[in-house]
C-alpha cells in the first residue's frame, strides 16, 4: 500500500531542500534537469570547455581554444567565446582578450590568431569585434585595465584597418583573402588564396579582382567604432567618443549605399572591377550581429531570406549559404562555409535575433540546434541544415558547439544576464525544464536562482523569492529583482499565470513576441 503521508513528507522535504539550494550562494553557474539525455550533453559540454581552457605559446595565462582541428585561438571567435564562458572562467576571458592586446605590432595590427605553432599575422579575420567583446567584458567585471588595454589596442587597429584595407579609398573595409573572413571552403571566395602573400595581411595577391569591399569586415569595423565610443565615453574621452561615433555613422551609411543589393535582399562583396560577388551567405546574420540595418529593413531581410525555409530558415537553422542558392556546396565537405550550419553562427545569433525583436522565433533555432548536439554528443564544428548530422570528418570536442549547448540551455529556460538586466526564461514542458534547478552567480554577487515543477517555475534573487511563473515566457527584471515586462518566447500564444512577490495573481494570453509591461 501507498503510504500517502509519505509520500507528501517526502516532497516536501524534496522543495525544502530545493529552497535552500536557492539561497546558497554559487561561484559558478549550476544547472540539473531531470532529463538524463539533456544532463549527459550538458555535462560533456562543461567538459570539452574545461579540457580547451590550455596556455599557448607566447602569452602566460590560460585561454579558452578553439580546440578539435584548431590548437589555438583566434580574434573572429575566441574573445567572443570567452565572454561566453565567463561566469565559469573570468581569468579565461580577460585572457583570451589580453592575449591579443599583447601580442599586437608596433604598428597597431592585431594579430588573427595565436596558435600553437606560431602568431599569425597572414589576414586579419575578424567577425565579431574585439573592441566589443572587451568593452562587455569590462563594463561586467569593472576592469578598468583591461578597459584601457582595450581601448588602446583597438584605436590602433583601426587606425591601422584604415591604413592598410581601405586602398580604393572608399572607407570601407577591404577584404584581400580567404582567411578575412574565416570563410573556408565558401564559393564566397573561390580561387582566392586563403591567406595574403607572404603571410603578411598589409598586401593582396594580384589577379584576383581584389581588393573587394566587405560588408562583414565593414560591420565589424562599425561595431568596434560604437564600441569604442563607449568606451571613451566611460573615460571621459568625450571628444574622442563623439569622433568615433560620427566615423561609425559612416560606415554604416557606406555599407547600406554600396553593398546592399534590395532586389535580392542581400549584402555582397564588390570587387576591383566594381562587381557584385553574388553569393547569398551568412553575411546577412554578420551584418545584423552588428545592427547595421534598421527594423524595418531587418523585417524585409526577415521575411525574405532569414525566416525563408527555402533560404536561411532551414530544419536547423542557419546555414552558411542560403538553400536555395546555386552555389550550396553538396556534398558538405568537412570545416566548409558554403552551406553547413555552423556552431559559430549559432553562438552569435543571440547578438542580433533579441535585438530585432525574434526572440518566440529563435527559440526553435535553439532548441533544434541542442536536439542536433544531443544526437551527436560529440561537439563537431557543423552539420547539414536538413538533416542535423554533423559532419563526421571534423574532429570532436569543438569550443562552440560546447558552448552553443552550455549557452542554449540557459537561454531556452534558465536565467540570464544582460548588462542592465536579468531574463528569467520560464518554459515548462521542455526538455531542458523537466525537473530543473538554475542557479547563477550575478555580476552583483547575488544567486538568481529558478526552480521547476510540471507547470511553471519559482524565482528568487539573493535567497528572496521574486514569484512564481506558471505557463511560457520570459521575465524582465532590473538588476535587483524589479519587475519590467514579460515577452512572449514560444511560437503560439501562451497563457501565463504570474505572482510576483507583493502583487496580487495576474493571469494574461501572451503572444509571440509580445512585450508587456508590469
Partial sequence: MINRRSLIATGAAALIASQARAETPV?????????????????????????NVQVVPRYAGPVLIEGADYAGIWMECGPQESLVYR?????????SHMTFFE???MDGQLPCNNKVTETGFGQIQMVVPIAATAWELAQATKDEALLNSAYTACSAWDAWLLKYRNTRGTGLTEGFC?????????PRWEGIPPQCPNKDAKYFPAGFALPRLCPDLSATTYGARLALSDMAKALGKNNEADHWAESADEMRRLILQKLYVAEDAAFYDLDANNEFVRVRSDILSRVCGEHVVDQALFDELWTRQIHNPKA??????????????PQFVRPLPKNSWGGPTQALTALRAPRWMAHYGRDAEFSFMMTRWCEGLLADM???????????????EDLPNYSPAALVMMDYTWRLAGVVEEA???HWNIRPGHAAADGANFRLPTDGGATAAMTYDGKGAALTLAGKPLGRIDGVARLVTGKTGAPQSLLGISEKPEKI??????GSVRKLTIKPNERVAL
Avoid: C, I
Avoid at 87 to 95: E, S, T
Avoid at 178 to 186: K, L, M, Q, R
Avoid at 378 to 392: A, H, L, W
Fill in 27 to 51: 561561484s559558478q553557474p549550476q544547472f540539473t534537469t531531470a532529463n538524463a539525455r539533456w544532463q549527459a550533453a550538458y555535462d560533456k559540454a562543461l567538459a570539452v570547455l574545461a579540457g
Fill in 87 to 95: 561566469k565559469f572562467r573570468p581569468d579565461v576571458a580577460r585572457n
Fill in 103 to 105: 601580442l599586437q605590432r
Fill in 178 to 186: 580567404t582567411y578575412d573572413t574565416g570563410h573556408d571552403n565558401s
Fill in 312 to 325: 536561411f530558415w532551414t530544419s536547423y537553422p542557419m546555414p552558411s549559404v542560403a538553400l536555395d542558392d
Fill in 378 to 392: 560529440t561537439f563537431r564544428q557543423q552539420m547539414d541544415p536538413v538533416t542535423g548530422k554533423f559532419t563526421q
Fill in 420 to 422: 542592465e538586466a536579468l
Fill in 497 to 502: 499565470t504570474l505572482r510576483l512577490t507583493g
